[in-house]
């Protein structure tokens, strides 16, 4: 047995020139499409820049900033919008303390998110030095949260009971405001506007759907030809028609119910038809879950002797959300997005103001596109980030690996 | 699992019955009554306004978020006479499609929203107080077009926006003249007017006012004129629900009280002063003597002089918005003018 | 516990009292869920019906043949204001057929494009493909809309500066201008022809192909398809007194070009903006599918020789397909419901006819049905072939 005199070095990476060699030209044709992709990379950039810096006029941004973020709501009471924000910081940077790795991306995106929004490099009237100091103060607040969550291990339960609390506290109390208590003047929904409505349409559309959407998912897969009938009908019609139409058509058959001179909230009703629409998606996507456990678990169930609610809630629904999150947050994005089409009911969300915005000054009708952009721009950075978070979700929790 | 799904079920469906009963009384006869509003405006704290967010000078935003225009400005009249209070208001932001339904239902209970005042409508969506603000279809085009009149647009490309009457007493002009055109019809108005401008259209046709405003906001205001021709009456007019005729009377008599108001030299500043006024008809208006109404319409004696008070009279709201400085654009008042200029603007008297 | 042995001193023998037994609890639950869904469904029926006439919502189609008195822009088919509701309806209805079609076809070339760069070797193209990709999963298809129409297509020039293409093809802000073939008198002769042509060629095909597995012996099903899809209508063009066929070139008058096929800006924005969004998902959906096929698929046919084309063609894609298609149909199906946000950039289809018919005609409800139905049939349709599809190639799992 010899020992070898020297010991061999790996490899050294390979350096630029190689990868460029082997990922860009390593075929005659794929030479060729780098080449014609930089330059029509490079043309796109160039006009992107010279437009921005020198045609657009970001005026319509800078001087409505904060009715893009809350709409109507008086500027003098943004206060209690700010201070549900920091419960829901905190309350998840709890939830990531004892939740862990599912929580983990969405967190870290939202505080990225956060502390982004803070850093903005513009000047913009209404984002003033306490609100960007106020917006740092929540990404410290999430992270207070983790900490604590992660020292105290409280049990989930109590978590769940203080969201609950919170979010009555929030919807029931701090944003519409009690008329009796002086420090909680009352802001009705018509006020509320721009990406807070956006936020809560999207946030509760999907919270609230997914329980419909277990019953209708269990309801499509029962044996009860009535109740399967029922809920296939449901689901298959609510997902042949467009959300536009379910929005309109909701509010007129309300409108026809309800007796002459009642109001009923036009935020709510955005919400319902919301939910009820994102529950048969919902349900289609927690079908397919349940179709993804193994027959086997179901059969061993019945064998051990459980009955059929036990096997459900124990066996069955566990699986099957692990499969299904990664479709959910998909869902979520595309309902998120779909929140533009609420305009139709009169409420101002994020494009709606943006409507408002371009015709509150006779200058500024052409300067939509800076608008649209600007939109745009939220959506996307929002949109990506969650759809970043449910990808670092899925490798944490192995999907398609076990 | 039959029997949670019949749990569900029965839950669900128990759920949903209760809320169809609280919500649906729909079996009763189900029209207001006389003082149905006032009492409900009086017990809610505030008035619910139909209205726009979008229509620079009628109904917009301002940079705080607060909405403003020339319809709001009426609401808010409303409120100061009837609650004392100009900021009493809740406006409920309204498409085209919404406010029949809306004021039908009565879930608002002012309509103020630039609608056009039809016999159709007032038959179907509600009662129509007295009109505001004259209005007329017109046409802008490019000064360079050389087009002066409608028989020189055939086979024009026009831009309109939809859902309003505005498309249909297009289609109807053209109809008449045996002309051809092209129509671009948009959901937005802000989309409608860019298009025009990028020169996607010849020709463009709204009401006047609307013209005006966006003309002023055009690169080239000066390049583009509005054609002097009216193709259609619009007399935008605030409406009410059906069934509550004392509260169709609150608001025509705080209207007419903003035009006499103008008549009598009554204006936003000097309405105390003028309470002591030699003039009878002023004394009358501002509640110092006689009865202008209120007791049967349920008001405070006070009230039309609150309501001057808080937004002024009929010419100041106008200028406010619409005058030669004003915050929207400038329009002159031509039919908008009290009757005594020439104008069409009249009022039954106080008193 | 259920049992079947008789009654002794030893044994008790108890039965399940029919408030625990499954087959009764069963029928129960039928029977009161049936009474509980039909019977809300009628309270809210009626009351619907009752709380509309109160409310001086009428709810008959009567109106539907009164005329509409409203313009539609670039209507398919011949269509006037003072044609009726109904008519505008349908002209609405096939605007929505229209640009649901062709959004299908194009979003499906450009999503399987996309899809495969996604999967090439060269970093630039796939990360390139990436970046399309999740910039148009991320932002709402109504802003999209709105960014192409009008930077983009109002970039083009007006109407006196037009692009002018060879002879008779013009391009300016307000269309593109095209020849476009017109029917003459004789025409119907021929069009029966090239119909005529068309269906016996397909049946010629079918039936000699198939001749030509089961006995082996060669049919030339080929070349008799081709004669017969060439032959018949040229048959047909001699037949017709004249030439069936002219081209009508547009040309301009007054205020714009007349004639020939026009295609609008907000037809193309649209059609543009629905093929790119729907082409990003689609492009994620091959991508999948692609990835689904097992490696050693690749691998072996690698290893006999073929060249990535071959394999692509002969052995990625077909078991792709299988992957593909369900959630393929999927996105047809949004493409066609994402059509609805037409209105906003001036292109009237179905659901944008409806809201200026509730304007105008004042029947929300009726109306409204209307539209949702039409939208319903088209998803119907659209289920109804992916059921055939799935049927097809099924396999049979236990």
């Known amino acids: 047995m010899s020992t070898p005199t020297e010991t061999l070095r790996p490899p050294a990476p390979p350096g630029l020139i190689t990868w460029i060699r082997e990922n860009l030209f390593n075929t005659w044709y794929n030479g060729v499409i780098t080449v014609l992709t930089l330059l029509l990379i490079i043309a796109a950039i160039n006009t992107a820049v010279q437009w921005f810096i020198n045609i657009a006029d970001w005026r319509p941004v800078t001087e409505y900033f904060l009715l893009f973020l809350v709409g109507q709501y008086p500027q003098d009471l943004v206060w209690r919008v700010g201070l549900s924000l920091a419960i829901v910081c905190l309350l998840f940077g709890v939830s990531w303390g004892i939740g862990g790795e599912l929580i983990q991306s969405f967190a870290i995106t939202i505080a990225t998110l956060l502390a982004l929004a803070a850093l903005i490099p513009v000047q913009i009237d209404d984002l003033t030095l306490p609100f960007r100091v106020f917006l740092l103060g929540c990404v410290l607040l999430l992270y207070l949260g983790f900490i604590f969550g992660r020292k105290k291990r409280i049990l989930g339960l109590y978590l769940v009971i203080a969201w609950l609390i919170a979010i009555a506290l929030i919807i029931f109390v701090l944003l519409p405001g009690i008329s009796s208590v002086n420090l909680l003047q009352e802001v009705p929904t018509t006020l509320w506007g721009g990406l807070l409505v956006t936020l809560i349409l999207a946030v509760g559309g999907i919270v609230l759907s997914f329980p419909i959407g277990i019953l209708l998912a269990l309801g499509r897969r029962s044996s009860l030809p009535v109740v399967k009938g029922f809920s296939t009908a449901f689901i298959e019609l609510i997902r042949g028609v467009p959300l536009i139409t379910i929005l309109f058509m909701f509010s007129l058959i309300l409108q026809v119910f309800l007796p002459v001179g009642s109001r009923f909230d036009r935020l709510l009703r955005a919400l319902i038809a919301i939910t009820v629409f994102s529950a048969a998606y919902m349900a289609e996507n927690i079908r397919g879950g349940l179709a993804a456990v193994p027959h086997g678990q179901i059969e061993a169930a019945k064998a051990v002797g459980m009955n059929a609610f036990y096997i459900n809630l124990f066996i069955v629904l566990p699986q099957a959300i692990r499969v299904v999150i990664p479709a959910i947050v998909g869902q979520f994005i595309s309902l998120f997005k779909d929140t533009t089409l609420v305009i139709i009911l009169g409420i101002n969300e994020l494009l709606g103001i943006g409507r408002s915005v371009i015709n509150a000054d006779p200058e500024f009708i052409q300067l939509q596109l800076e608008v649209y952009l600007f939109i745009a721009a939220i959506f996307w950075i929002i949109s990506y980030a969650m759809s970043y978070s449910s990808r670092k979700l899925e490798q944490a929790l192995g999907v398609g690996e076990r | ?351 | 516990m259920p049992s079947n042995q008789p009654d002794d001193q030893y044994t008790t023998h108890s039965e399940i009292p029919f408030w625990r037994d499954e087959r009764v609890l069963r029928a129960a639950a039928q029977v009161i869920s049936a009474i509980i869904i039909i019977g809300v469904l009628a309270w809210v029926t009626i009351n619907f019906i009752q709380g509309a006439n109160q409310r001086g919502m009428s709810l008959n189609f009567k109106f539907l043949g009164d005329p509409a008195e409203f313009p539609i822009s670039d209507s398919v088919i011949p269509y006037d204001p003072s044609r009726s509701f109904g008519y505008a309806f349908l002209v609405g209805l096939i605007k929505t057929l229209l640009v649901s079609v062709i959004g299908v076809f194009f979003s499906t070339i450009l999503g399987t494009l996309i899809g495969l760069a996604r999967l090439s070797t060269n970093w630039l193209l796939s990360h390139l493909a990436l970046a399309y990709i999740e910039f148009h999963r991320n932002i709402p298809l109504l802003v999209l809309l709105f960014l192409w129409y009008f930077p983009v297509f109002s970039s083009l020039p007006p109407v006196e500066e037009s692009i002018q293409v060879g002879e008779s093809i013009f391009l300016n802000e307000r269309g593109l201008y095209m020849p476009m073939p017109r029917m003459n008198e004789g025409g119907l002769i021929w069009l029966i022809s090239l119909i005529l042509g068309i269906i016996l060629a397909i049946v010629a095909w079918k039936v000699l192909r198939s001749r030509q597995e089961i006995t082996g012996q060669s049919t030339y099903f080929a070349p008799i398809s081709l004669a017969l899809l060439l032959i018949l209508p040229a048959i047909g063009w001699f037949l017709s007194s004249n030439t069936p066929l002219r081209l009508e070139t547009p040309y301009f008058e007054g205020f714009n070009f007349q004639g020939g096929l026009r295609l609008t800006p907000e037809f193309a924005a649209l059609v543009i903006g629905l093929t790119m969004y729907t082409a990003a998902f689609i492009a994620e959906v091959v991508r999948a599918g692609v990835q689904s096929v097992d490696r050693g698929q690749i691998e072996a046919a690698r290893a006999i020789g073929l060249n990535h084309f071959r394999v692509l063609g002969l052995i990625i894609l077909p078991q792709a397909l299988r992957v593909i298609i369900p959630p393929l149909i999927s996105q047809y199906l949004n493409l066609a419901k994402n059509s609805s946000l037409a209105f906003f950039i001036g292109y009237q289809e179905v659901f944008s006819v409806g809201k200026i018919a509730i304007n105008q005609a004042g029947r929300a409800i009726p109306l409204f049905l209307m539209v949702m139905v039409s939208y319903w049939l088209i998803s119907l349709f659209t289920s109804w072939i992916l059921n055939l599809y799935n049927r097809r190639i099924q396999f049979v799992e236990h």
């Open chain 2, 1 to 351: 699992m039959s029997k949670k799904i019949l749990i569900a079920f029965t839950l669900i469906s128990l759920f949903a019955l209760m809320l169809a009963a609280c919500g649906g009384g729909g079996d009763e006869g189900e029209t207001l009554g006389r003082g149905a509003i006032l009492n409900r405006v009086k017990e809610r704290g505030k008035v619910v306004c139909g209205g726009r967010t979008d229509l620079l000078g009628f109904g917009y935003l301002d940079d705080a978020g607060n909405n403003i225009g020339f319809d709001i400005d009426l609401c808010r009249a409303v409120a100061a006479a009837v609650l004392g209070d100009p900021n009493a208001v809740e406006i409920v932001p309204l498409t085209a499609a919404d406010r029949g339904p809306a004021l039908q239902t009565a879930e608002v209970d002012i309509l103020s929203r630039n609608a056009t005042w039809t016999s159709s409508r007032d038959s179907q969506w509600g009662n129509f107080t007295s009109v505001t603000f004259y209005d007329g279809q017109g046409f802008m085009v490019r000064k360079d077009s050389g087009i002066t009149t409608i028989e020189e647009m055939g086979g024009a490309t026009v831009c309109v926006t939809s859902g309003t009457t505005t498309e249909k007493n297009l289609a109807d002009a053209f109809r008449q003249r045996n002309l051809d055109f092209d129509a671009k019809i948009f959901e937005e108005t802000a989309s409608v007017y860019s298009a025009y401008e990028e020169g996607q259209c010849d020709a463009t046709t709204s009401d006047k006012s609307h013209l005006a405003a966006v003309r002023q906001g055009f690169a080239e205001p000066d390049a583009h004129v509005i054609l002097p021709i009216t193709i259609s009456k619009e007399p935008l007019t605030p409406g009410v629900p059906h069934g509550d005729d004392q509260w169709f009377d609150i608001v025509k008599v705080v209207i007419y009280s903003m035009v006499n108001a103008e008549e009598l030299g009554v204006t936003q500043a000097n309405v105390d002063q003028m309470k002591s006024s030699d003039n009878i008809s002023v004394r009358r208006l501002l509640g110092q003597e006689g009865d202008w109404g209120y007791s049967d319409l349920g008001l405070e004696a006070e009230a039309l002089a609150a309501a001057i008070k808080a937004v002024g009279n009929y010419g100041e709201v106008y200028d406010r918005y619409m005058g030669p400085n004003g915050m929207a654009f400038s329009l002159p008042r031509d039919l908008n003018n009290l009757w005594s200029e020439g104008g069409l603007i009249y009022a039954p008297p106080i008193k």
